[in-house]
Nanobody
Framework: QVQLVESGGGLVQAGGSLRLSCVVS????????MGWFRQAPGKQRELVAR???????NYADSVNGRFIISRDIAKNTVYLQMNSLKPEDTAVYSC?????????WGQGTQVTVSS
């Protein structure tokens, strides 16, 4: 059974940094596509960053230049380094793993940025 567990969320002041981790169990992440999504209260879930495998990464315009997605295949983990955080980055952040036609999701971790 594939499971994703996120960690690293919390409360941070504007301008600060956090690093989210997503540990995958039950399979190996290899170079399968992985991404981070977020959902703020009253808003739709949105893609924040995606690692399509290989060297292809994509970012939402709102985080481009501030967030970095990366993976450690040996640790079966994907990371999201978040710098220069803004109050509008406040949301629940969830990890996504795609293997063939199946999407797997973590339970999410709360990130709150105070002004």
């Amino acid at each position: 059974q594939v499971q994703l567990v996120e960690s690293g969320g919390g409360l941070v002041q504007a301008g600060g940094s956090l690093r989210l981790s997503c540990v995958v169990s039950g399979t190996t992440i290899g170079i399968w596509p992985m991404g981070w999504f977020r959902q703020a209260p009253g808003k739709q879930r949105e893609l924040v960053a995606r690692d399509a495998g290989g060297s292809t990464t994509n970012y939402a315009d709102s985080v481009n230049g501030r967030f970095i997605i990366s993976r450690d295949i040996a640790k079966n983990t994907v990371y999201l380094q978040m710098n220069s955080l803004k109050p509008e980055d406040t949301a629940v952040y969830s990890c996504n793993f795609q293997r063939r036609l199946t999407n797997y999701w973590g339970q999410g971790t709360q990130v709150t940025v105070s002004s």
